[in-house]
């Protein structure tokens, strides 16, 4: 099995800065890659960033510029890092990863169970 635990959420002002973090642990043999999504109330959940074991990275244009994606490959555990932030920033953020665990050879979607994150004044 593998677990996502995501940390870091919380209430910030527009115009703040927040920073997710995500670890992954298990029975992990390799990691392909590593992202954030989220879920704004009484919408669909939407990408945000992802970024590859090789430091790929890939942003929604919605966070462009203003979100940063990073990952620690030693420690299994990716970073959001959110700058500017804005009201329609407020969702629920999850982590997702792309791993093949010890008992397979295929490489499997996971997912955290998310980290609320509300920007308002």
């Known amino acids: 099995q593998v677990q996502l635990v995501e940390s870091g959420g919380g209430l910030v002002q527009p115009g703040g800065s927040l920073k997710l973090e995500c670890a992954a642990s298990g029975s992990i043999f390799s990691i392909r890659a590593m992202g954030w999504y989220r879920q704004a109330p009484g919408k669909r959940r939407e990408f945000v960033a992802t970024?590859?074991?090789?430091?790929?990275?890939t942003y929604s244009n919605s966070v462009k510029g203003r979100f940063t994606i990073s990952i620690d490959n030693a420690k299994n555990t990716v970073y959001l890092q959110m700058n500017s932030l804005k009201p329609e920033d407020t969702a629920v953020y999850y982590c997702n990863a792309e791993v093949m665990d010890s008992g397979s050879l295929a490489y499997m979607d996971h997912w955290g169970k998310g980290t609320l994150v509300t920007v308002s004044s």
């Open positions: 970024i590859t074991t090789g430091g790929i990275t």
